[in-house]
């Protein structure tokens, strides 16, 4: 525990947590929808057992480490391709998170039968398996960046430690003013759609700066908020 005797340690622990943080942004966008499916009063505990299934999947992999960083290696070669773990998971992510939401999207055009229908079919271990699934998935570049930064387990899982216990803090406000507003609920499956689109990108190993993404997403909200004052006062 020395380690906590250095500044410099400490800064490494925020700098880590605030990027773990940001790097969840679109992992909560994600559970506050799956969740939504289910009824209000089980809403809370699946977001928090899903949150709490993917902490210690996340500690596990930050636990084997030079394991996660060995998927970076090539599995096999296609045309001259080399295609590695981490790219087919990747690839795999992001063609779920497209089916997902525009499934999801389809759904809010067809209308409350579709709804209801649909509201039937997710169970809450169904709920809470695709929350530890996609944070899988979610977690590999925030595992990765974390291991640019320090060499220090005890720093990283800390880190992680901090940034879910932000989430399950904050992802219940976050689910109910998404699950409120309609047009909300569409803006944040289209960026859910953005964001499978960049997974696959990346699985073809063509790097998208992540702060583009966060750009769009930050414009598009505030758009929308000020669409939203302008509906009220109308």
């Not at 055009?109 to 229908?117: F, L, V």
């Not at 398996?129 to 925030?142: G, H, N, P």
């Not at 800390?158 to 940034?163: L, R, Y």
Request: net charge neutral.
């Amino acid at each position: 525990m020395e380690v906590f005797l250095h500044a410099e340690s400490w800064i490494a622990l925020a700098t880590l947590t605030f990027l773990e943080i940001v790097l969840g942004i679109d992992n909560i966008i994600f559970i506050s929808l799956v969740s939504g499916r289910l009824p209000e009063h089980r809403q809370p505990f699946a977001r928090n057992l899903g949150l709490a299934l993917a902490l210690f999947v996340r500690i596990g992999m930050l636990l084997g480490i030079s394991w996660i960083i060995g998927f970076q290696d090539a599995l096999f070669t296609v045309t001259g391709f080399a295609v590695s773990g981490k790219d087919l998971i990747m690839f795999g992510g992001g063609a779920f998170l497209l089916a997902k939401s525009t499934s999801e999207i389809h759904g809010k055009i067809e209308g409350a039968h579709h709804e209801k229908t649909a509201m039937g079919k997710n169970s809450l271990s169904s709920v809470v398996m695709q929350i530890v699934t996609l944070d899988i998935v979610f977690s590999f570049d925030s595992i990765l960046t974390a291991v640019g930064m320090t060499n220090q387990l005890i720093l990283m899982i800390t880190a992680v430690v901090i940034s879910i216990v932000v989430m399950m803090f904050f992802s219940g406000a976050i689910s109910r003013f998404v699950n409120k507003h309609l047009t909300l609920q569409v803006l944040a499956l289209a960026f859910l759609i953005l964001i499978g689109f960049m997974l696959i990108v990346e699985g073809l190993h063509i790097h998208v700066p992540k702060a583009y993404i966060y750009f769009a997403v930050a414009f598009s909200l505030a758009v929308e908020l000020v669409n939203m004052r302008v509906r009220k006062g109308k």
